[in-house]
């Protein structure tokens, strides 16, 4: 096993890295997926790439919008990704928004048909919101175009407005008999955070200043009694001994300790690069232990604080997006600290998942196996799964490497 990244090592997997997307993700979507009688894409799709239902999720149309525009900023400048951003960019911002009562809520769907037909709006959350802000702020990179920047800063203000006007967001439980707070918002926060600083430099300080907001609350979430990342406290940070409280999402801390260690790549030396590291290095080193099977190999979904049995049925499922952040942590991780064994668990775990998640046949990704890595569904895209977590994966995979070709010495 590669313990090191030579200049060959890192060209190697850098091409490699272009071609998953370019060879094995993209094909299976473009142009195939692109609705073209009523705007945006249809993503539910089987194995073999057939529509299996055509209802469209609203944040896998802003996660692929922020592909494409990146991919065409950073990757190669190639017209098709820039259109198909473009439509799919339209169709969400034409249709995703709730515009009942006035638009005065300014709230996303979750589900449309379609025809673009609000179907459920997920009143507790704001993902489909902060996907959003990626999608828009992407686009405003790659197309030149101010418009779009503006519809992104409006997202950003109604998740804003939402997150800190008391009982605007309606609460999963009670709050007068359980108030608890969630690892999930600020997470996803940082990276909207930083895609909007890409796209709006001119107010670099302003992000990194709410950023560094974002990554304090998650220190919260830090448990050095347990060596463990929570999901969810109670409202004073306190581990809530119940199900939920217990519940760990190891694909949730690891993307959240990448993030933190990207923000640490771009900071220059110093105390927060330094504090930076030492926190994303932790969450990464805590949520390994506890996520990794040593059996099968692979990241379980859920582990439970004290060990005890998890509460949800696919709690030992390996499921794709895991071990693509998986991957990310351990790079990054390897990428800040120099530590060999941080790129021995990378190699381990992106080999792990191109073994059992690639299809050579028809292209893409399995998303769903039982923990024996054993295919549970062929399915390639429904509401939760779609063209975002593997070639986010393999993007940041190529940019690292990128970096570390053009580092001196």
């Known amino acids: 096993m590669i313990d090191t990244m030579n200049a060959a090592a890192a060209q190697a997997l850098g091409d490699h890295a272009r071609r998953q997307i370019t060879d094995q993700i993209l094909p299976f979507w473009l142009p195939h997926s692109i609705d073209r009688t009523h705007g945006g894409f249809l993503f539910c799709r089987d194995e073999d790439g057939t529509v299996i239902d055509t209802d469209k999720p609203v944040w896998i149309h802003g996660r692929f919008v922020w592909l494409l525009s990146v991919l ?5 400048q190639n017209p098709q990704w820039l259109e198909a951003a ?4 339209d169709f ?23 025809r ?6 997920r009143k507790r959350y704001l993902f489909s919101e902060c996907f959003a802000v990626a999608a828009n702020a992407a686009f405003s990179r790659a197309s030149g175009e101010e418009r779009y920047l503006a519809e992104a800063l409006r997202c950003l203000a109604t998740i804003e407005r939402y997150r800190t006007t008391p009982g605007l967001l309606e609460p999963k439980v009670d709050p007068q008999v359980r108030p608890v707070k969630g690892l999930a918002l600020p997470m996803i926060m940082v990276w909207v955070l930083q895609e909007l600083r890409l796209a709006d430099p001119r107010n670099a300080p302003d ?6 907001r974002e990554i304090d609350e998650i220190q919260g979430f830090l ?6 990342v929570l999901e969810i406290l109670g409202a004073k940070g306190e581990i809530l001994d119940h199900f939920e409280g217990r519940t760990l999402n190891p694909g949730h801390a690891l993307e959240a300790a990448w993030f933190i260690l990207r923000e640490a790549s771009l900071t220059a030396p110093g105390p927060r690069r330094d504090a930076l590291i030492r926190q994303g290095l932790t969450m990464a080193e805590w949520m390994w232990q506890r996520g990794w099977d040593d059996e099968y190999g692979g ?9 005890r049995s998890a509460t949800e049925y696919w709690h030992d499922m390996k499921f794709w997006w895991p071990q693509n952040e998986a991957a990310l942590a351990a790079l990054y991780a390897w990428k800040l600290s120099g530590e060999p064994r941080w790129y021995e668990r990378f190699a381990r775990v992106l080999s792990w998942q191109e073994e059992h998640f690639i299809d050579p046949l028809h292209g893409e990704w399995y998303g769903y196996l039982h923990r024996d890595g054993s295919i549970s569904s062929r399915i390639k895209g429904n509401m939760f799964k779609g063209p975002f977590h593997i070639p986010r994966m393999y993007h940041a995979i190529a940019t690292v490497t990128g970096d570390h070709l053009r580092e001196p010495g």
């Open 299 to 307: 990241f379980f979904y859920f582990r439970d604080l004290f060990g």
């Open 207 to 212: 992000y990194t200043r709410r950023i560094d």
């Open 116 to 121: 673009g037909r609000g179907l459920i709006k």
């Open 72 to 76: 065409y900023c950073e990757m190669q």
């Open 223 to 228: 448990s050095f009694e347990h060596c463990a």
């Open 92 to 114: 969400l911002n034409t249709f995703g928004v709730d515009r009942r009562d006035g638009n005065r809520e300014g709230r996303f769907f979750f589900r449309l048909d379609q």
């Open 86 to 89: 473009r439509q799919g960019l």
